[in-house]
């Protein structure tokens, strides 16, 4: 049994900052790429920013020089800074992890509750 979950959504105006955070909890796991995805109403869920086991990371052309991810391995955790917040930054932000469970043929996509970011004025 695996879970995520998230902090840290919020409102905040234009030009702010939130930061989140979403922990991953099990009883023995490797968690190796996890990331941020966001969907806002009517729209696909888009991809925001990944980051790898060792460190690599990936990220949205939107939200480049503005977003940076992070992860603490020995906490499962990992962060999303956002700066500089536009309102078309405004979804349902989920945090997702590629989980290797012990004992487990492979690896399993898990997700969090979602978080809600609004960016108005």
């Known amino acids: 049994q695996v879970q995520l979950v998230e902090s840290g959504g919020g409102l905040v105006q234009p030009g702010g900052s939130l930061s989140l955070s979403c922990a991953v909890s099990?009883?023995?796991?490797?968690?190796?790429?996890m990331g941020w995805y966001r969907q806002a109403p009517g729209k696909q869920r888009e991809l925001v920013a990944t980051i790898t086991s060792t460190g690599r990371t990936d990220y949205s052309d939107s939200v480049k020089a503005r977003f940076t991810i992070s992860r603490d391995n020995a906490k499962n955790t990992v962060y999303l800074q956002m700066n500089s917040l536009k309102p078309e930054d405004t979804a349902v932000y989920y945090c997702n992890a590629e989980v290797w469970v012990v004992g487990a043929p492979g690896e399993y996509d898990y997700w969090g509750q979602g978080t809600q970011v609004t960016v108005s004025s």
């Open positions: 099990g009883s023995s796991f490797l968690a190796n790429t």
